[in-house]
């Protein structure tokens, strides 16, 4: 159920971000989708990818410090208060999201979120129970018809 | 495998065991020739000597030395190349320098006898640490006009055992060859095996279960919180080899087993301690300057060499039993230190800081800038996995236990930047910690 993510540290100066995106580019690895946090000095890359192994590998083998977290990704009704609804599960279960971005495709009527929580398996096993459709990485990591 | 053998004794440490009487008196005996050959053989020392009223006569005691002139780097660099060589070209079969970062470099000389007293002092500091014949030495430092590299070279043949001449560098080699060849110690900088250190896991190599179990450290200032770092990560035992290159190259100072700091070889050179104020000895126990005179060397004889290497000297008995008198290990040099609003401070105070927080790597510079007539100093240090996550609070907290152990420690408020792990450059010889850009 839990989506691998990849972290990166990135230093605040021109140039920091395209570098692993360069290298990533000329491995043929593909980007799901992103998220950046800035901090004052620092930067923090978040990245999920179809082929996470090979893009830690690739990226620490160039000096990178990389993580790996697990994520999970749920779907959220495109229409107003889709998200609120999901949070409302997440706040009355004491659920701690330390943060989330969103996926770039939709799913028919649906967008796709994901969650950083401290406690990933609980997560899931909680908005499972409260019947929040939380995808599959198989599902999202498949290639797509060619 | 990987706990150090019991020592047992090798002969060539003997001149370590000597009672004090006979050591002083052998200490004396040298002292007065190798006086009476300067003051024959350089004319820069003769003049001085001449200007203080003085003659080699006025040497009758060991304490008569502290009525002698001291050498200082410039000297060396004033009478570049060959000026105080007391020896001629015939008889002195190596030249090594030093990498002259700044100017000129110096060049240092020894005859046939010297190399054979520098083997000998490095025989017997591979011996304190528990090394002997059978063992196989990866020497790490740079082979080439740094004295680091052929000094423990020549000395580990000496000694018998098995040297690995890989000079500094190319990591990826290092690792390789550490594995296959079994080495069982390897001599390089401390912060170049930290280096090593980082790198072995990616390449695949387990350093806790590789035979190596000792490393002699050296040319570089290190710290106490460095050895224990190294330890943990390495399983060897951490030593602390003490020298310069003016004085002979490596070798003039050898941790024993006990590590508790290196030993003067102190029938080949003879230690002060002076005050950095007064330049006035010192008694052992106080912190000072320390100050070298070689007793035996020919072609370069150094008279009371201002080292400019900051510690103390003990007389305190050893548990090793050696009554060579020890120094405790250099963490500061007079030329490191930075004052930043009126405080001193040592690249090794903010070395020892930033090893107090958890999963940090001592790979750090030290940035001297000057605004507005403020000065501010930022301590860059590079992330490791340890210390990363994905939150950016996990990393900010990191970045202020940096800053508040930096400030407990120096009193100075400074600010601490996370860089990208390999980003600071690595030496193969000594770190340069300090940047200074301030314009005064």
């Known amino acids: 159920m839990k989506l691998k993510q990849l972290s990166l540290f990135l230093e605040n100066r021109p140039g920091a971000l395209s570098r692993p995106m360069r290298l990533l580019a000329k491995a043929g690895v593909n980007i799901l989708t ?113 | 495998m990987k706990k150090n053998p019991p020592a047992g004794f090798h002969p060539v440490s003997a001149p370590d065991f000597l009672p004090h009487e006979q050591l002083q008196s052998l200490q004396l005996q040298r002292l007065k020739a190798i006086v009476q050959r300067a003051y024959d053989h350089v004319a820069l020392f003769r003049r001085r000597l001449n200007d203080a009223g003085l003659t080699p006569e006025d040497v009758r005691s060991l304490a008569d030395i502290t009525k002698l002139p001291f050498t200082v780097k410039t000297d060396l660099r004033d009478t570049y190349p060959f000026g105080l060589f007391a020896s001629p070209m015939k008889d002195i079969v190596r030249l090594h320098a030093s990498t002259g970062t700044t100017g ?87 912060s170049y095996f930290l280096h090593i250190i980082e790198q072995a896991p990616e390449l695949g190599v387990k350093l806790k279960e590789l035979p190596l179990r000792a490393g002699v450290f050296g040319a570089e200032p290190w710290t106490e919180a460095m050895r224990r770092r190294i330890e943990a990560e390495s399983g060897i ?39 950095l104020k007064t330049l006035k000895p010192l008694p052992d126990g106080e912190e000072g300057e320390l100050v070298l005179t070689t007793l035996g060397k020919q072609a370069m004889p150094m008279i ?29 040099r007079s030329d490191d230190m930075f004052i930043i609003r009126g405080v001193n401070v040592y690249p090794s105070q903010i070395e020892t800081a930033l090893l107090k927080v ?51 420690l120096t009193g100075l408020r400074m600010k601490v930047r996370m860089v990208q792990p390999q980003t600071i450059q690595r030496s193969e010889g000594k770190a340069k910690r300090v940047i200074d850009q301030r314009k005064m």
């Open chain 2, 358 to 408: 958890e999963g940090t790597l001592p790979h750090y510079q030290i940035i001297l800038t000057r605004e507005k007539g403020l000065d501010e100093v930022e301590v860059q240090v590079e992330v490791t996995k340890e210390v990363f996550g994905d939150t950016v609070g996990a990393l900010e907290q990191v970045q202020r236990n940096l800053g508040h152990s930096i400030e407990s």
């Open chain 2, 237 to 275: 035992k951490a030593y602390d080899i003490y020298g310069l290159s003016e004085i002979i190259g490596p070798g003039v100072a050898m941790e024993c087993q006990c590590q508790s700091g290196p030993h003067i070889f102190e029938d080949w050179f003879y230690p002060e301690i002076i005050d």
């Open chain 2, 104 to 190: 000129k470099p110096i060049v240092v000389a020894y005859t046939k006898e010297d190399i054979d007293v520098w083997s000998n002092v490095i025989m017997r500091s591979f011996a304190a640490c528990g090394l002997h014949a059978g063992d196989v030495i990866q020497n790490a430092y740079g082979y080439g006009l740094f004295t680091g590299g052929l000094g423990a070279h020549y000395g580990a043949e000496a000694l018998g055992a098995t040297v690995i001449p890989i000079s500094g560098g190319n990591t990826q080699r290092q690792l390789m060859v550490m594995k296959d060849f079994g080495a069982t110690a390897i001599c390089c900088t401390p």
């Open chain 2, 304 to 332: 009371r060499y201002r080292t400019r290497d900051i510690t103390t000297l003990t007389s305190e008995k050893c548990e090793c039993g050696r009554t060579l008198r020890r120094i405790q290990r250099i963490g500061r």
């Open chain 1, 34 to 146: 992103l998220s950046i946090a800035d901090a004052n000095q620092f930067g923090i890359l978040r990245l999920i990818l179809r082929d996470w192994e090979k893009a830690k590998k690739l990226l620490e083998k160039n000096g990178f410090v990389v993580k790996v977290t697990d994520m999970v990704a749920v779907e959220v009704p495109d229409q107003p208060g889709g998200l609120a609804k999901i949070l409302d599960v997440v706040e009355k279960a004491g659920l701690n999201v330390e943060f989330m971005y969103a996926f770039t495709e939709k799913r028919e009527n649906k967008g796709i979120l994901v969650f950083r929580f401290d406690d990933p398996d609980r997560a899931i096993k909680i908005l499972q129970q409260r019947k929040v459709n939380v995808v599959a990485s198989v599902e999202l990591l498949k290639q797509e018809a060619a």
